[in-house]
T-cell receptor, first 114, second 110 residues
Framework: KAGVTQTPRYLIKTRGQQVTLSCSPISGHRSVSWYQQTPGQGLQFLFE???????NKGNFPGRFSGRQFSNSRSEMNVSTLELGDSALYLC?????????????FGSGTRLTVV | GQNIDQPTEMTATEGAIVQINCTYQ??????LFWYQQHAGEAPTFLSY????GLEEKGRFSSFLSRSKGYSYLLLKELQMKDSASYLC???????????FGGGTRVLVKP
């Protein structure tokens, strides 16, 4: 079965712009979570959606937001981009409660802010 | 909260064994995951421990002691393709939120 699909794979944006990233989870998975990965901070949790509701949120400013659609696809948006937002953004899909099922990650979107 | 610590880098020889340790603060914690990440690729699931003890999966084993806030990943019969970063991650009690350590880069030499 198809894995987790993230689009686009690469993105270059200018400071002050906004960006929308997309994640399609594994068919049947209802939970999508988002992470930011940078060399300095490692992998950090952004937020998690389940059945169109945000259940968990990490410690990121309000410029970072997300949503989930009825088909479980999720988008995250970053407004007023800063240079420090340059990172690999990963989404992870799980059936519901991750636990022993594990979380399956997509290949990520590499965002560069110039 | 959860602070998760693991060594930054380890080097080992092909065919050998390497043990990657992970320590964490235990509050609000459900279980512990190990992921492998090759450069430029997505993390892939290796193991999950929720009870104390050892879980074995082929060449990879993972151990957890909840009372000590300690886990390790054991890689046996190392192969060159095992050169990667290994990420220790705790799952929060509320579920579906992983807190990652900084990752351990393992370099396997011939």
């Amino acid at each position: 079965k198809a894995g987790v699909t993230q689009t686009p794979r690469y993105l270059i944006k200018t400071r002050g712009q906004q960006v929308t990233l997309s994640c399609s989870p594994i068919s049947g998975h209802r939970s999508v979570s988002w992470y930011q990965q940078t060399p300095g901070q490692g992998l950090q949790f952004l937020f998690e959606y389940f059945s169109e509701t945000q259940r968990n949120k990490g410690n990121f400013p309000g410029r970072f937001s997300g949503r989930q659609f009825s088909n479980s696809r999720s988008e995250m948006n970053v407004s007023t981009l800063e240079l420090g937002d340059s990172a690999l953004y990963l989404c992870a899909s799980s059936p519901g409660a991750g636990r022993a099922y594990g979380y399956t990650f997509g290949s990520g979107t590499r965002l560069t802010v110039v | 909260g959860q602070n998760i610590d693991q060594p930054t880098e380890m080097t080992a020889t092909e065919g050998a064994i390497v043990q990657i340790n992970c320590t964490y603060q235990t509050s609000g914690f459900n279980g512990l995951f190990w992921y492998q990440q090759h450069a430029g690729e997505a993390p892939t699931f290796l193991s999950y421990n929720v009870l104390d003890g050892l879980e074995e999966k082929g060449r990879f084993s993972s151990f957890l002691s909840r009372s000590k806030g300690y886990s390790y990943l054991l890689l046996k019969e190392l192969q060159m393709k095992d050169s990667a970063s290994y990420l220790c991650a705790g799952e929060g009690a509320a579920g579906n939120k992983l807190t990652f350590g900084g990752g351990t880069r393992v370099l396997v030499k011939p």
